[in-house]
């Protein structure tokens, strides 16, 4: 039974920062990409940035280049995603995916469709 379990969301000004972060338990997850995903009201759920757990590259959307930095911790099985100089256009609540099959793939997939475990949320508010 895979868990994913977030924490760290909250209220924040503009230009404030937040961590995130992703407990994964229930199996080794080597092999696998792990990404954040966040969906504000009334939008579709969209990719934000995803990480291999084995290697440690990344991969972001774009809006979020150079803001956001999304690392892992292999001995802790967590997964954080640091964000810096957040906007209103942030807000949203955050998820915490893995996807099993990036290790075949061997490229990040962007679609939610992809990825088979998800954690319950975590509310980011960014404040203008």
């Known amino acids: 039974q895979v868990q994913l379990v977030e924490s760290g969301g909250g209220l924040v000004q503009a230009g404030g920062s937040l961590r995130l972060s992703c407990a994964a338990s229930g199996r080794t997850f080597t092999t696998y990409a792990m990404g954040w995903f966040r969906q504000a009201p009334g939008k579709e759920r969209e990719f934000v940035a995803a990480?291999?757990?084995?290697?440690?590259?990344?991969y972001y959307t774009d809006s979020v280049k150079g803001r956001f930095t999304i690392s892992r911790d292999n001995a802790k099985n967590t997964v954080s995603l640091r964000m810096n100089s957040l906007v209103p256009e942030d807000t949203a609540v955050y998820y915490c995916?893995?996807?099993?099959?990036?290790?075949?793939?061997?490229?990040?997939?962007?679609?939610?469709?992809?990825?088979?475990?998800w954690g319950q949320g975590t509310q980011v508010t960014v404040s203008s």
């Open positions: 990480i291999s757990w084995r290697s440690g590259s990344t």
């Open positions: 995916a893995a996807d099993p099959k990036y290790a075949s793939r061997n490229y990040y997939s962007v679609r939610p469709s992809e990825y088979d475990y």
